[in-house]
């Protein structure tokens, strides 16, 4: 089946330093990326929308000067955490959306996640 | 009311049982609908989808759809500990949108 990677796995930054996760689809062409967030033990929240070539969408309560996405080519969408706070320790992951011919374009593939810890 | 809701468990059954589990949306456009399993510190994994009403087989896992109730149910035969993991509903909005709106999760203990 599709994947998606994600990288790094884990991460450990300091207070006030920003820290990238990358998020690449390896085997179709993705149109359409989603970064959420997850704390332990809750479900996912969605944090934005990142569409090839354009601006992400971002979802209401989350700061776009903060988490800055890039969305650069079809394969890779970039989640960029800025001034990162002890707060912004968690579970990020992405997903991408399959929308390639010959496809439904409704499934929807996540990569492995990244944990951050902002110390 | 939230947009899918699920009940968050713990469910516990005996191995080899019968797991069911439930999902409510509040959306009746949607259209697509999923389930996927979540080990603890992993990201999810895409068990099933289904986008008709009726059920839909695949191995031991049965999604079932009624659009009517906004209900979807997963169903897992022969359950095994390995299934031992959170089960997340997510549901596609309808019309344009891509989003996933996801449940939070029922969590499934499988007793040996």
């Known amino acids: 089946g599709a994947v998606v990677s994600q990288h790094p796995s884990r991460v450990i930054c300091k207070s006030g330093t920003s820290v990238k996760i990358e998020c690449r689809s390896l085997d179709f062409q993705a149109t359409t990326m989603f970064w959420y967030r997850q704390f332990p033990k809750q479900s996912l929240m969605l944090m934005a929308t990142s569409n090839e070539g354009s601006k992400a969408t971002y979802e209401q309560g989350v700061e776009k000067d903060k988490f800055l996405i890039n969305h650069a080519s079809l394969t890779l969408s970039t989640l960029t955490v800025t001034s990162a706070h002890p707060e912004d320790s968690s579970f990020y992951i992405c997903?991408?959306?399959?929308?390639?011919?010959?496809?439904?374009?409704?499934?929807?593939?996540f990569g492995e996640g990244s944990w951050l810890t902002v110390v | 009311q939230k947009e899918v809701e699920q009940n968050s468990g713990p469910l516990s059954v005996p191995e080899g049982a019968i797991a069911s589990l439930n999902c409510t949306y509040s959306d009746r456009v949607s259209q697509s609908f999923f389930w996927y399993r979540q080990y603890s510190g992993k990201s999810p994994e895409l068990i099933m989808s289904i986008y008709s009403n009726g059920d839909k087989e695949d191995g031991r896992f049965t999604a079932q759809l009624n659009k009517a109730s906004q209900y979807v149910s997963l169903l897992i035969r022969d359950s095994q500990p390995s299934d031992s993991a959170t089960y997340l509903c997510?549901?596609?909005?309808?019309?344009?949108?891509?989003?996933?709106?996801f449940g939070t999760g029922t969590l499934l203990a499988v007793q040996p």
């Open positions: 997903s991408a959306r399959d929308g390639g011919v010959g496809t439904s374009g409704n499934t929807i593939y």
């Open positions: 997510a549901v596609k909005g309808g019309g344009a949108t891509n989003k996933l709106i």
